[in-house]
Every structure is written in structure tokens, then in C-alpha cells.
């Protein structure tokens, strides 16, 4: 039975938040149900989650690795991560190919046997055998939370040599990649039941085969949103093939090969007057109250992705159950999309943040004790603030998934 839930988030560019949102996300989905498993796959080059999951960002010295990805060296193997599913997938594929030709030619039992799976959704690959629990090794990650890893360049670089002329799947050019993401998509449904939500991180690199095969598997698309004028026409163009609307997600569309549609457009990094939920003039909800110059600037930008989906309908059906949208009470469609996919992440407070990402310390569980990072960086966040961040936080969860994720929120 496939998961409920199933989200990739997605941007063509760094720095917008997008990883730490991820990270926020994933650990208060699980906490927030803790009788259901959750899974994350960690399918962006540099591996960033991974290393929040896994004891954090921080290194012991210049040119030291992340603590996370030091862990994640430790006790996996090149087979037991996400390189190792990549190339597993492929090779699944590549048996089931011969497997047909032998068959074909009257070839041996063992032929005839694999020759039953000659179909590329078949599930020939299981996600549990690639699978580490981040709790084992970071006790502030919840223990329902599961991880398949990546470990930056020793999982992109150092163990990708190639193999009888051919280079690793995730860098080739074209639609190889397909099949594999076939059965990438048969092995997510054929998760244990328990498995209700897969969260997928994926590379700013927007064309990437792995980001690619993340939207042919996935159900929904988080997409985080900066206020920078420029980033945000990269959605649309953008010189290096990477926009992820008009170079990814329209051409998969047309080869119908896009699973996923876009759920929600976040805003990051969005300053707070207070803890109050709000709804811009422009019909925008978000769980706590920007400036009212942020605000406007929310609703001009989702007005611009309107105008998109208005002069072209490619972009119109990128997004989930968009011929529902009806105009509102008072006739005003525009702002009924608006409502529906847009909404807004809080920018943490500096010492929170940086507490929370070097330390691999969720949000969701963290108290107003002094923490000391590794760097030797210390502090204390207070009480409301935190419990503002959480409440955010949850909320956030709800609108990407139900208002089943509910449970009271961790004192701090």
C-alpha cells in the first residue's frame, strides 16, 4: 500500500531554505505521529540532510567533513545508500532486459524465471534493505523517522566509477533514467503500511536526473520561494536548463512521465511582526504575521505565477487538483489560488537556526536550555519564541499533508 504522503521539495537554485525546511518538516511529521513511520531520501548531490539527520553540520576543522556525513561514512556502505539504490534500480533493470532476450532466444529456466518482471514498474528493489534510523546515532531525532543516506562526494564522486564504458545513471543526458524511476515508484508503494509519509530532498540543481526521478515518484511538489526577483524567474527560464517548471516539470508532463504536482509555494525567510496567523489582502494564509511590505510582495509574486498559468496552460497543470479552483465568494479566482498554494516559513531567530542545523537538532524538540555547538558557538532561546517557531512548524506539516498531525507540541 503506498504511502499517504509523499512530497519532494524542490527548488533550481541554493540557498533558499529549502534542506533546512525539509529537515524541520520531516523530524515534526514524525513527531507529531509518532504510531506512523516516516522516510526520507536524501537525493540532492550534497548530501544536506543527511548530515542534519545525522548529528549535524558541523566540522572539526576546515576541510574537515559534516558530523552528519562522517556518521553516515561510518556505518553505511556504497551499497546501503542512496548511490547504492540508484544503481541497484538500474541494474534491476538491466536483469529484466536480458532476462526478456534470453527468454526470447529459448533460454535457461533461470531466464524464463526473471523474465516474469520484464515490466520497469515491477518492484524488484526494496527500500528497507537501504534504510538507517538517524535516532541510533542523534538522539534528537524521533525514532519513527527513517533515512535512506547519502554521503556528498563519496556517494556522488568517489564511488561512481564507471562501469563497461558507461557513466553512473544520474549523470547521463536523455531519458535513461526512466525505468529506474519506474521501479523507484513500485518500491515506494510497496513500503511496509506503517510507512504513511516519504519526504524527498533533491538537488538545486533542478534538471538533475535525481531530482527528476523524485518527480516521477512523488505524489506532491513543495516548492520554496525566495524574494529575489531573479531567482524567482528561474522557475520560468533560466540559462543552464534548470527551470524547474519550463526544463523539468513541463517536458516530464508531456512525456508522461510527472507524477508529482505542485502542493504549496513557500515563502522562506520571511521576517515576523508577531505570532498571529494572517491572511495577506491577496488571500495568502500564513501561520504567523509579516510586515505588511512583505506581504504585498507575496501576493504580487504569486500573481505572477497566475499570469503564468493564465498565458499558458502547461503551467496551469503543474499544479495539484488545479481545476477545482473556484472563484470565492467574492468572484475573485486569483485569489483563491493564491490561497491554496502559497504560504509562508518564518525566518528562525540566527542562534536557533544555527543551534538547530549544527547540532542536527530539530526545532520541534528543542527547549530554551543553553546549547553549546561544536564550533563553540552557545545560547538560549526563549520559550515563546521557540514555541512560535514550533506552532509554525506544525502548521507547515499540516498544509503539506493533514490535520491528522497533531499531537501537542513539545514543551520547551
Known amino acids: 500500500m503506498a504511502p499517504t504522503h509523499s512530497i519532494a521539495f524542490c527548488n533550481n537554485r541554493g540557498g533558499v531554505g529549502k534542506t533546512f525546511m525539509a529537515f524541520q518538516t520531516a523530524c515534526e511529521t514524525a513527531r507529531s505521529r509518532p504510531d506512523k513511520k516516516v522516510l526520507v531520501l536524501d537525493f540532492s548531490l550534497y548530501s544536506d540532510i543527511t548530515a542534519l539527520l545525522l548529528g549535524g553540520s558541523a566540522r572539526e576543522g576546515f576541510g574537515a567533513p559534516m558530523k552528519g556525513l562522517q556518521v553516515t561514512v561510518e556505518n553505511t556502505t556504497e551499497d546501503t545508500r542512496a548511490e547504492g539504490l540508484i544503481r541497484d534500480l538500474e541494474h534491476a ?18 531466464g524464463a524465471f526473471f523474465a516474469k518482471k520484464k515490466d520497469a514498474s515491477t518492484a524488484t528493489v526494496d527500500l528497507m534493505n537501504y534504510l538507517i534510523r538517524p535516532a541510533d546515532h542523534n538522539g534528537s531525532i524521533p525514532s519513527n523517522l527513517y ?22 545513471l544520474w549523470t547521463r543526458k536523455g531519458d535513461e533514467w526512466w525505468p529506474a524511476a519506474q521501479r523507484l515508484r513500485a518500491a515506494v508503494a510497496n513500503l511496509p503500511a506503517d510507512f504513511e509519509a516519504v519526504l524527498v530532498d533533491t538537488d538545486h540543481l533542478a534538471a538533475c536526473v535525481l531530482t527528476k526521478m523524485a518527480l516521477a515518484t512523488v505524489d506532491s511538489v513543495v516548492v520554496p520561494l525566495s524574494f529575489d526577483d531573479g531567482d524567482f524567474n528561474r522557475l520560468f527560464q533560466d540559462v543552464t536548463g534548470n527551470a524547474l517548471f519550463t526544463d523539468v516539470m513541463i517536458p516530464m508532463k508531456a512525456k508522461n512521465m510527472l507524477r508529482a504536482r505542485v502542493a504549496k509555494c513557500v515563502f522562506t525567510k520571511v521576517s515576523s511582526n508577531k505570532n498571529e496567523e494572517t491572511k495577506t489582502t491577496g488571500g495568502i494564509h500564513s501561520p504567523f504575521c509579516p510586515s505588511k511590505t512583505v506581504m504585498e510582495q507575496m501576493d504580487w509574486m504569486a500573481q505572477q505565477v497566475w499570469s503564468a498559468c493564465m498565458h499558458d496552460d502547461r503551467y496551469r497543470e503543474l499544479f495539484s487538483d488545479v481545476e477545482s479552483i473556484a472563484p470565492g465568494a467574492d468572484g475573485n479566482v486569483v485569489q483563491a489560488f493564491r490561497s491554496r498554494y502559497f504560504t509562508a516559513m518564518k525566518l528562525a531567530p540566527d542562534l536557533a537556526a544555527n543551534i538547530s542545523k549544527m547540532n542536527g537538532l530539530p526545532i520541534c524538540v528543542m527547549t530554551s536550555q543553553k546549547y553549546t555547538a561544536p564550533s563553540g558557538l552557545e545560547g538560549q532561546s526563549g520559550a515563546a519564541v521557540l514555541d512560535g517557531l514550533k506552532a509554525e512548524i506544525q502548521k507547515l506539516v499540516n498544509a503539506f499533508t493533514s490535520d491528522e498531525y497533531n499531537l501537542p507540541l513539545s514543551a520547551s
Open 93 to 110: 533493470m538491466d536483469t529484466d532486459e536480458h532476462a526478456a532476450a534470453a527468454e526470447k532466444k529459448g533460454g535457461s529456466i533461470f
Open 147 to 168: 533515512l535512506i543516506p547519502s554521503a556528498g562526494s563519496v556517494s556522488w564522486t568517489d564511488t561512481q566509477s564507471e562501469e563497461t564504458g558507461h557513466s553512473p
